[in-house]
């Protein structure tokens, strides 16, 4: 569809305070922030700001929260575009929609371009082909890599781009003066589980049962997204019992669904 394909700008109302855990990855993310409000303090000293920046880890760990924070804390436009468009577009679709994404971009400078799932473009040339050569998304990768080396430095745009498969990608992509940064996320350990069901509690009319710790613990290996995911999927159950509040049971109901989900999900996926 020709919405999909619409350059997204947005403002970011996204702050810090969204993000819980990810305690490195947030300080690598805040100087990025700082680049953007203060370049001068940088360039004073003769530095080059960084063009491109990845964000690595699987998913539902918070990359495009990041991305979006970043746009937030600074208060610059956020462009943004999912690498997953690219597969279905036509012929020449693909490499106009970058020349476009990054004009728009440097136009509203200081910005941030946020690309989603780039290894979908950006998957290493060699493999991609070993099945079937696929010349556009060839093209867009070009015209990204043709970006990002003709932008000139300290244009005040930054790119910001996530994956969760940087083993695949495309070298050319990593070298110097392209996504040469690269900030790692992880899932999140028992205290960080605790702190995102904190984040994503706080908007709710909770009950004093709650237990978050006990919650925290019964969900080893789940990401940011699966606890956002059970939040609202315990608000939706105790609204169904037309409760008064979101009880520690609705949130263990809700858990058990997602647990429900994700046993689905893998037994697909392998
Ligand atoms: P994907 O690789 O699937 O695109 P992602 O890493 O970009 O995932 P996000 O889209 O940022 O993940 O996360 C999805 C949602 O999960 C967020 O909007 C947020 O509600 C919640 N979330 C994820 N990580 C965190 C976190 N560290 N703190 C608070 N909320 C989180």
């Not at 000293?45 to 998913?59: F, H, Q, S």
């Amino acid at each position: 569809s020709t919405a999909k394909l619409t350059t997204r700008e947005t403002k970011s109302s996204t702050t810090f305070n969204d993000i819980a855990g990810l305690k490195e990855a947030k300080a690598e993310i805040m100087e990025i922030v700082d680049f953007l409000k203060n370049p001068k303090h940088y360039t004073r000293l003769g530095a080059k700001i960084p063009r491109g920046v990845m964000l690595v880890g699987p998913p539902g760990t918070g990359k495009t929260l990041l991305a979006k924070a970043v746009a937030g804390e600074a208060q610059v436009p956020f462009f943004s575009l999912s690498g997953s468009e690219f597969v279905e577009m036509f012929v020449g679709v693909g490499a106009s929609r970058v020349r476009d994404l990054f004009k728009q971009a440097k136009e509203h400078a200081p910005s941030i371009i946020f690309i989603d799932e780039i290894d979908a473009v950006g998957r290493s040339r060699n493999r991609a082909n070993l099945f079937q050569a696929n010349d556009e998304r060839e093209n867009t990768l070009n015209q990204l890599l043709a970006e990002l080396d003709g932008f000139g430095v300290n244009t005040g745009v930054i790119v910001l781009a996530a994956t969760n498969r940087a083993d695949i990608l495309d070298k050319a992509l990593l070298r110097p003066g392209r996504f040469d940064r690269h900030i790692y996320l992880e899932l999140p350990n028992k205290k960080e589980r605790v702190e995102i069901f904190e984040v994503h509690i706080r908007p709710l009319k909770k009950s004093k049962d709650i237990d978050i710790e006990t919650l925290a613990t019964l969900c080893p290996g789940f990401s940011g997204a699966d606890i956002a995911n059970i939040c609202n999927e315990a608000a939706l159950i105790a609204a169904r019992k037309k409760e008064k509040e979101v009880h520690q049971s609705d949130f263990m109901a809700a858990r058990d669904r997602i647990v429900g989900g994700l046993e689905r999900k893998n037994r697909i996926t392998s």
